[in-house]
């Protein structure tokens, strides 16, 4: 069992940063795939970010790809998502998740999901 709980949103202009972090419990944090989801209101949960075990390879949407960046802290059981260069468009709840297999970017291949972090981004 993993418990999952993000930080760090907020309300911030186009053109700035914010840093999400999610800490997990559990001692097997280190064994898995984590990722990155967000869901604006009316819309689908969508894939953001993915981090390996070792934090040596990530995938990320192309929505964001140049802007965020997923990493990984094992010793502290965190993952983070440096967003930079946000737009109104990356408006959302962010949620962080364990992947438990299959491909990254579907919902239903993650398990234990955090209650959410609002991110809002004024134009």
């Known amino acids: 069992q993993v418990q999952l709980a993000e930080s760090g949103g907020g309300l911030v202009q186009a053109g700035g940063s914010l840093r999400l972090s999610c800490a997990a419990s559990?001692?097997?944090?280190?064994?898995?795939?984590m990722g990155w989801f967000r869901q604006a209101p009316g819309k689908e949960r969508e894939f953001v970010a993915v981090?390996?075990?070792?934090?040596?390879?990530?995938v990320y949407a192309d929505s964001v790809k140049g802007r965020f960046t997923i990493s990984r802290d094992n010793t502290k059981n965190t993952v983070y998502l440096q967003m930079d260069s946000l737009k109104p468009d990356d408006t959302a709840v962010y949620y962080c998740a364990v992947h438990r297999g299959g491909r990254f970017t579907m919902v239903h291949n993650y398990d234990y999901w955090g209650q959410g972090t609002q991110v809002t981004v004024s134009s």
């Open positions: 981090i390996s075990v070792s934090g040596s390879t990530t």
């Open positions: 559990g001692r097997t944090f280190s064994s898995y795939y």
